[in-house]
């Protein structure tokens, strides 16, 4: 594995977490740790970003929770720039 992913404070590794969660969260995950080590920080927590909108609508998606899904989650575009 490569040196950015062994370089987090607490130790872990993401693997150590990740290979027990859904693809998308552990992609969150993923990058979130990643981030501040790989050297484009702002771009891994955009990725981090677009895998947790991913895995909130499949879990909107799977539950038919359209009607409560959050206001900052409409508004994300717009709160972020985008």
């Known amino acids: 594995m490569s040196d950015h992913y062994r370089e987090h404070p607490s130790g872990i590794e993401p693997w150590d977490i990740v290979r027990h969660e859904t693809f998308t969260r552990g992609n969150v995950i993923k990058y979130v740790m990643r981030a501040p080590y790989k050297g484009d920080e702002l771009g891994d927590l955009f ?18 929770l359209a009607e409560q899904t959050p206001k900052v989650l409409r508004n994300l575009p717009t709160r972020i720039g985008i």
């Open 47 to 64: 990725k981090a970003l677009d895998y947790l909108v991913e895995e909130i609508e499949q879990v909107i998606e799977m539950n038919e």
